[in-house]
Each structure stands twice: as structure tokens, then as C-alpha cells.
């Protein structure tokens, strides 16, 4: 194993500890998509019935990319309590590499989102959900990756505002557009003309889109951008979460 | 051990037509030798931290250079950072993680197995009088048992050189104490060269071989102790006399041997270098001379008489004049400051 994984493996190591000890996080993380998909699915029922096809391929897609964009993006608050207690600190002055420090945490994102995603498709097979386990596994795939863009970027703009008073009105401030063009609750497809072409500036669109097309085995150009977004984002967050552990002035 | 050539920090506060530089740290010197206890004594922002920051590589020198444990901090960060152990003024341990945990991992990021983690571990909670405390949490101990957890993370994977910032900051007097002991121990018996930064005196003055006194970002002083003391401040002398004709004789006996001679009333005062071997042979010309004294007292010189002699003010006061006016580049004020460079 190279100094790299296993550096990052004792991090991530530490990080589940601590996460299992205090597990009412988690416990709500993975309560949150079930109650949308049996409270909020039967809703959607008369509107995706406009579309054709099962009203849950169309739901848990979403699902899962909001389970990737909003859980991530909160992990950075446990980081500004460990940088306040001098751990960040503590972990810099190791000849480890920074972007351990960074990877190590981003696993333990990705394992939590994984679970998740997981509960959530299979209660989605259960209520009816019509994948194939090509696009299920491509969708998950997608959605971690994305959930690791923001997860990155969200331990940089932790090391970078040190302040849970100033990170979460930012992360509310990006998280309010996102929501609102990414077609997340129902596709943009529903919205008028303007509304459309607006959203196709937001790239968590395309993810969503891109999901939505992996679960419905549409392998078109639509599955292109979702996964080039994707990619991007991802190489995106991981250099800057990676150059912030390296500049943080701890 | 250390070696350090015009290091400067500068740091960028502020915004747009409030942004200003803070010349944190002006071109400091530095030589520690292997086995020495070097004590950094200085007010609030005088640059302790920010010096100490950049020899542990956590900072990027604005210009100078400096090589600890051999190892150039700019281009050799990694090589310094497995040679060091490094105990931060504001902690290492997350508060809800078991203290056990925390040192083993600490050692396996530097290449320890874990059984040797575990090893040297509870070989140190042993040492530091922290048994029973492994699978304790550090929000459940005291200040004095998180600040020993906290060398003991330093000192996990054996460094040859340790720095300890402010350490016992915080704590009551009996912590401190304690923990003064275990500080003495890393030479004696870990065989750890140790470079302290602190602002309290008489810590400076228990622990350290020698004092490098900071100020304003500069090196004002460095010697022993005793030297400072002797050299810079000297012991303070003071006969009372029993007659008013016998101050003038004991005014100029004492003058010979002390530059700044005061009476008051019978109270003859001075400073006197090396009091202890020049104070005897004074009493021998005052009694030569019919000279009875009805008292006589010689007070030691403290770092405080040293640092105001240096600087003009008194240690508490350039403390008081620095957390009045937030004017520093160093210490745990920092993080709102951006510096010229980063660590690598």
C-alpha cells in the first residue's frame, strides 16, 4: 500500500470512529431521503404520469443527487471544530501528505453517502423504482462522485472561513439555486421556456439529468455533459480542498 | 539543532484602504545546540509563535532561511516535520475522540505500525502520569492531563527536537509545576533538545539553559539566565544605616562597585553585578570605615528587570499594550492575518 492510501486510510480510520461514536448524524443523514421518497413521491404521482414511465425512476434519481450535494456539503462543519481544537494543526506538522488529510476525510463522506444511496435505491426497487443495475451502479457512481466534489469543497471553505457563522449562510446562498434549477424535485422539463434555458447554466443539472438518463438506460448526449460536469466538478473540488490543507494558515 | 538566518514573516491584514503590512517577525537569528532547553521569552505578538510556526514548517519565511535537525524548513519541510515533535498552544486532541486513539494515529502518520504506536504510547501515558487515561476523552480530563496528552502526542514518534508552544498557558499553579517536571524530563530522559516559547518568567526562568528574549519581532537578547541577569540588570543592594553621617561613606563605598547608586533616607541602594561575590568585600570597607548597618538586603535580579532594561517597558506592560491594541502577527490571532507565504 502506498505511503499515500495508508496515510489516508488511518485518517479516514479515525474520522468512522468518531462518526460511530456520536451516530444520531448519521442516523438522521439516511432518514431524511426516506421520508422524502414515501411522504414526497406519492405526490408526484399526477405529475409524472405526463412523462410515462414509474413515478420512483424519476424520483430517486433526484434523491440521490440531493443526497449528494446536501449531506456532503455539511462536512465541513466538523472540521472547523477539529482545526479550533488544534487537530488540523497537529495533523499538518506529520510528514503526511496534505491531500491524505483531505482524501482521508472524503472517504468517510463516501462511505455515508454510499449507504445512503444504497437504502435509498433499494426502497426505491421496493416501491416499484424500473432500473436496470448497469444504470443503478452508473447513477451511484455519479452521485459519489458529486457528493465528493462537495464534500471537498466544503473542507475548503471550512479551512478558508474557520467560521460555522460564516459557512452556513454560504452554503445556503449556493444551495437555494442549486436546488431550484437542477431539476432535483422535478425535472426542469415541466418548467416554462426562459426557466429551461436558465437552468442550463447550472452544471448540477446535467448531473441530475445524467442520473436521471443512466436509471432509464438513455445512454445519449445528455449522459455526456452529466458525466463530463461530473468529472469536472470532482478535479475541481479535490485541487482546491487540496491546495487549502496545504496553504491553511492553522 | 536550529539555525536560523534573517527570518522575516510578513502578513497582510485588513481590506482595500484598511489593508496594511505586519512586519511579524524582522530578520531573527537563531542557534539552538543539540540538548539545549532554549527558552523564547517575549510579550503577546512580539513573534514567538510566527518564529516557531516557521521552523516547524507550518509557515513559509517571507525571506531567511533556517535548518532544524539538519533540514532546510523551505525545501526539506518533509524531512523536518519526522525529526520534530510540536505541542500547539491551543491543543492536538479532538475533545470527543478516545485519548488512546488519538496518540496511536498521531504515530501511525508517521510511519509507525500500530503496535509500535501502542507501544510507545502507553509507554508515554506511563511516564506522563496519564494511566488509566486511554480510553478517556480529552473533554473529560483536566487542563493539566489534556496538556501531558498533548506531549505525549508530540512525543510519540520519538523526535529529536520538540517545541512546545506556550505550554502551560491556562493552567493553575500546580499544573504548571507538575507539568514543569515532565518539560524537564524530555532532555533528561527522552534526551529531546526542547525549544519552549512562553511568556511567563519564572517558567523561562525554571526550565530554559537559555532565554532568546523577542521583542517587536526582534532578538533583543540571548545568554543564560544568570548572565541576562547579571549583565544586563545586575542584583539589587540595599544597606540601611543607622546614622545620617554614615551615609555618604556608604554611598561611595557602594559606588565603586555600583553605576546607579540612590539614597533614601538611610537606604542606600544599587545595582551590583555578581552581588554574591562583590557584596562581602563591601561589607569589609564598611566596617573599616566605622560603618554600622542595621540591615542590608540583596535582591535577584528577575527576567522582568532584564526585559525592561532591553526594552524600556516591563514584560506585563508590552503583554497589556499588546492585547490592548491587537498589533501582533503572532500567537493564536493569526488565522485573521493572510501571510506572505504557506507551508508546503
Redesign the interface.
Known sequence: MS?FFR?SW??F??QL??NL??PAWVIIGMLQPVLYLLLFGPLLEPVIAQLGGNKYTWFVPGMLVQLGIFGAFFAGFSLI??W????I????????HRSALLFGRLYRDLLQLLVQALILVVLGLVLGMDASFGGIVLGVVLTLMLGGACAAASNALALTT?SEDVMAPVINLVMMPVLLLSGILLPMTFGKEWLQRLSDFMPIKHVVDAVRAAFFGDYDSSMLWGVGWTVALFALAVWWGTSVF????? | MIEARGLVQTFHTGQGKQKREVHAVRGVDLDVAEGEVVGFLGPNGAGKTTTLRML????RPTAGTATVAGFDVATQA??V??S?G?C?Q????????YAG?EVV??G????MSKKAAVAKGEELFGKLQLEGLWRRMPKNMSGGQKRRLDIA?ALIHSPSLVFLDEPTTGLDPQARINLWQHIADLRTKEGATVFLTTHYLDEADALADRIVIIDKGEIVASDTADNLKAAVAGDLVDLEVSADEQVAITRDKLASISSDVEVEGHHVRGRVARAGKAVPGLLRDLDNAGVSLESIEVVRPTLDDVFLTLTGRSLRDAEAAADGDGAAGDDAA??A???EG???
Open positions: 505511503t496515510e488511518i485518517v480510520n479515525r470512529r468518531m461514536r456520536n471544530g477539529e479550533r481544537e488544534g487537530v494543526e497537529a495533523e499538518r506538522v506529520t510528514p503526511a474557520k496545504k496553504k491553511e494558515n492553522a | 516547524t514548517t507550518l509557515l518533509v524531512d516535520r519526522r520534530i510540536y500547539s491551543v491543543g492536538s486532541t479532538f475533545s470527543g475522540a486513539d494515529d498521531h501511525m502518520l508517521y510511519g502526542m493569526q488565522p492575518a493572510t501571510p504557506a507551508s508546503a
